[in-house]
Nanobody, 129 residues
Framework: EVQLVESGGGLVQAGGSLRLSCAASGFTFDNYAIGWFRQAPGKEREGVSCISSRDLSTYYTDSVKGRFTVSRDNTKNTAYLQMNSLKPEDTAVYYC??????????????????????WGKGTLVTVSS
């Protein structure tokens, strides 16, 4: 059974940090790109970041560049999203997703969720002002 389980969300003050984890099972993690997405209350889902499977290239949406860092540990079948300098506008449910996207670049994966076959149930991040 394929599973993606996010953890690490919570309540943090503006300027604080959180590290989200995405634990994967049931598929060959090494071969899959990992995307991070979020959905704020009353808003559409947006792509946050992506890390490829092939060359570990990464991409970030403009609003989180310089503050968030995506990584993965293939030995643990786990991906991470380190979030620093959090802002109230980062408040959302954060989802990780996985897909065997071939040569599709992370820019496209983040923007469109292209090829993201598997999704976690999300973890809530709340940033207070």
């Amino acid at each position: 059974e394929v599973q993606l389980v996010e953890s690490g969300g919570g309540l943090v003050q503006a300027g604080g940090s959180l590290r989200l984890s995405c634990a994967a099972s049931g598929f060959t993690f090494d071969n899959y790109a990992i995307g991070w997405f979020r959905q704020a209350p009353g808003k559409e889902r947006e792509g946050v970041s992506c890390i490829s499977s092939r060359d570990l290239s990464t991409y970030y949406t403009d609003s989180v560049k310089g503050r968030f860092t995506v990584s993965r540990d293939n030995t643990k079948n786990t991906a991470y999203l380190q979030m620093n300098s959090l802002k109230p506008e980062d408040t959302a449910v954060y989802y990780c997703a996985a897909g065997d996207v071939g040569m599709m670049p992370c820019t496209t994966v983040t923007a469109t969720a292209y090829g993201m076959d598997y999704w976690g149930k999300g973890t809530l991040v709340t940033v207070s002002s």
